[in-house]
Nanobody
Framework: QVQLVESGGGLVQAGGSLRLSCAASGGTISNYAMGWFRQAPGKEREFVAAITWSGGSTSYYADSVKGRFTISRDNAKNTVYLQMNSLKPEDTAVYYC????????????????WGQGTQVTVSS
């Protein structure tokens, strides 16, 4: 059973940056595809970014964050990161880390393990 714990959320002004961390235990993240999703009030959970490790990292992003967010993983620390730059008010949401066996996916239902989420609030 993989446990995921997110951290690094907070309040930031538009144009600012935050780095989210997702620490995994109970499993080795190199065996999993890792994803970040977010959910704003009254909206469905949406895909943000994902990364797969298969000898090298392959990542992909939602169009809304491409060029601003970067997902990375440190297998030695069993941690996944989401570097968020040029933040916008519309990025405000609870951000969730997720893990699944195999290749990464943009579909939340394909992920087996989830963290509790961390709040990101971007003020205008």
């Amino acid at each position: 059973q993989v446990q995921l714990v997110e951290s690094g959320g907070g309040l930031v002004q538009a144009g600012g940056s935050l780095r989210l961390s997702c620490a995994a235990s109970g499993g080795t993240i190199s065996n999993y595809a890792m994803g970040w999703f977010r959910q704003a009030p009254g909206k469905e959970r949406e895909f943000v970014a994902a990364i797969t490790w298969s000898g090298g990292s392959t990542s992909y992003y939602a169009d809304s964050v491409k060029g601003r967010f970067t997902i990375s993983r440190d297998n030695a620390k069993n941690t996944v990161y989401l570097q968020m730059n040029s933040l916008k008010p519309e990025d405000t949401a609870v951000y969730y880390c997720a893990a699944k066996p195999g290749v990464s996916s943009g579909y939340a239902y394909r992920y087996s393990y989830w963290g509790q989420g961390t709040q990101v609030t971007v003020s205008s």
